[in-house]
């Protein structure tokens, strides 16, 4: 174990266990549905990756980037698009993947704007949830599972950009953000 973890939470097993029950539900919902994946840059790319192969109905994926902490663990709220997708989404049925839901107004940020380019239908679909922080008026279609009000990092979550490699989602020790 990586020695700024304090503990792990999720092993890799259990990451693949969630990707796999997640993808067999999209697979039966979104079936002959005009699916489109997208995955919030950067923290969602290692669940993406594994859901998405666990999703037998096809779709397309594209990626959006917001912007970041900026090294800090809690989010300063306000929300800037650094890398968008199509202006016109008619006729698509769209699925946000993320990792992590927090105060949730990253997501709803994206949400709204999205839903202003004529969409068939917007879901949402996180492998994380921290329910007991929420502001925004928001909530997860597919979530993986809930976790503690505590910092995490690694399967693509970072800390100042690092730890996004871990295979395994731990908590980090509060040494390492509060010097
Ligand atoms: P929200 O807007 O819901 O507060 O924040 C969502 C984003 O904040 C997530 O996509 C993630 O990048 C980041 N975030 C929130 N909580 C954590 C956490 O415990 N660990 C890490 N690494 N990022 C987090």
């Known amino acids: 174990m990586n020695k700024d973890i304090e503990k792990i939470i ?3 097993d259990e990451l693949l266990g969630i990707a796999k029950r997640l993808g067999s539900r999209i697979t039966t919902d979104f079936a002959g549905k005009n699916l489109l994946i997208v995955g919030i840059l950067k923290g969602s790319v290692y669940f993406l990756s594994d859901l998405t ?9 594209d990626f959006i980037q ?26 698509f049925d769209v699925l946000l993947v ?6 949730g107004n990253t997501l709803k940020y994206i949400y709204d704007m999205l839903s202003k380019r004529n969409p068939k239908s917007i879901s949402i679909a996180t492998l994380l949830d921290k ?12 979530y993986g599972v809930n976790v503690p009000d505590a910092f995490v990092v690694g399967y693509g979550l970072d800390y100042n950009q690092f730890y996004r490699n871990l295979p395994y989602i731990g908590i980090l020790k509060e040494e390492i953000y509060k010097k």
């Not at 192969?53 to 994926?61: A, F, Y």
């Not at 993320?98 to 105060?103: A, K």
Request: aromatic share 4%; proline share 2%; glycine share 8%.
């Open 10 to 12: 999720l092993t890799e």
């Open 66 to 91: 917001a912007s970041s902490y900026g090294g800090d663990t809690v989010s300063s709220g306000e929300i800037k698009i650094i890398k968008d997708i199509h202006d016109d989404l008619t006729g």
């Open 131 to 142: 329910p007991s922080r929420r502001e925004a008026d928001i909530k997860a279609d597919y």
């Open 98 to 103: 993320e990792d992590i839901l927090d105060t």
């Open 53 to 61: 192969r666990h999703i037998d109905t096809e779709c397309r994926i």
